[in-house]
């Protein structure tokens, strides 16, 4: 059997300069990593990690060449745990999916039995892949947020990066559970597309990357922050006492420029997220609360579709900033 998959190699040229090439190649079972659970891969999803796998200095990719894919959804067609079964619909994310091991843009794919997510009831597979790691780690990210004690009525909440993947679904999470929730953008024209998924009110890009006093104004209860360097620094500055950003991303640039007195002064936290090494039943239980309390009404409204064949431009797209909402990819069906 051969099949179908996108893949990236880093090319050496003779000047010493690395570069990638990529598209769509014929591969043969035998090419797949080992595994006990082969996966027909329906939908995946394009993820800024996916857009730096397929750079030359992205840091991402481990294997050269790699098929990216950071996540997947798709039916078994064979496995030797009995706890999976042949022709259930499962999920894979995360752990070295798409980084040290090939992942999801692949017709076929194989995956340790131990990274497999049962897909809950109420989702589908395209549905799961318009939430992606990016829904993923927005829905941990409320969880963390919720667990530290932030309850609707609280005060305003608010979301870096709020076109994107993370933000938009983080918005639309908090939106549908009663918070009222800020939307911070660089992109005004879509202040509407972001108060239909429930922003109370919307922040320029200006207002959260300016430099500022080591701490202002207590405004927020609480935040989730994937933009990183650009305007962590001003959500640390701006919670209010005791309130917590949950902070998953570096999509501006890794950098923390700011002082210990949010921390020391306010008892401000910054919870990290790391959707990629969450232990399974963790996983499995953020993916049951996905299908059901932190299921977003807006799901599957907001994603534009491409295939292994168009992927390139929105790879590329999502490095640049580009995102409104997220990218899916329609891989086998
Ligand atoms: N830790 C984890 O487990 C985990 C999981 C998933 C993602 N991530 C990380 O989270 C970040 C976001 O991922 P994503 O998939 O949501 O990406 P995305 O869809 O591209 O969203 C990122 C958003 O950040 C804003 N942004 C981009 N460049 C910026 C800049 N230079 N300055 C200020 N804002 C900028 C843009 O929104 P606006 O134009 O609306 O401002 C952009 O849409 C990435 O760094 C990714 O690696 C981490």
Do not use: C
Not at 186 to 201: I, S, T, V, Y
Not at 226 to 252: I, K, Q
Not at 285 to 309: C, F, I, K, N, Q
């Amino acid at each position: 059997m051969t099949f179908r998959a996108y893949v990236a190699e880093k090319v050496e040229s003779s000047g010493g300069g690395v570069s990638v090439t990529r598209g769509v190649r014929e591969f043969a079972a035998a090419d797949l990593p080992p595994g006990e659970v082969e996966i027909r891969v329906g939908w995946s999803s394009v993820n800024f990690k996916d857009g730096l796998a397929t750079r030359a200095d992205g840091k991402v990719a481990r294997i050269s060449p790699i098929i990216p894919g950071i996540d997947l959804a798709g039916k078994v067609v064979s496995s030797s745990d009995p706890a999976i079964a042949v022709g259930s619909s499962v999920v894979a994310h995360g752990y070295d999916l798409g980084v040290a091991r090939h992942g999801g843009y692949s017709e076929y794919q194989r995956v340790p039995s131990g990274w497999i997510v049962p897909l809950p009831d109420g989702l589908t597979e395209r549905d799961a892949m318009a939430i992606g790691t990016a829904g993923f780690t927005a829905a941990m990210s409320v969880a963390a947020l919720q667990e530290r004690g932030l309850k609707p009525g609280d005060g305003p909440v608010l979301v870096t990066g709020a076109s994107g993947g993370v933000g938009g679904t983080a918005l639309a999470i908090l939106a549908d559970l009663g918070f009222e929730v800020w939307a911070a953008t660089g992109k005004a024209d879509e202040a509407d597309r972001l108060r239909g998924l429930g922003a109370a009110g919307i922040l320029t890009r200006d207002e959260v990357t300016a430099a500022g006093k080591p701490l202002e104004s207590e405004r927020w209860a609480g935040a989730v922050d994937a933009v990183g360097a650009a305007t962590l620094p001003y959500v640390l500055r701006t919670l209010r006492t005791n309130a917590a950003v949950a902070a998953s991303g570096n999509a501006s640039g890794p950098k923390l420029d700011t002082t210990v007195f949010p921390f020391i002064l306010r008892g401000v936290a910054l919870l990290g997220m790391d959707s990629a090494q969450l232990a399974i039943d963790r996983r499995r239980a953020v993916w049951h609360r996905l299908a059901t309390d932190l299921r977003p009404r807006s799901l599957g409204d907001h994603v534009t579709e491409v295939t292994l064949d168009t992927l390139d431009g929105a790879l590329d797209g999502i490095l640049a900033g580009e995102a409104r909402g997220r990218w899916i990819v329609r891989v086998g069906v």
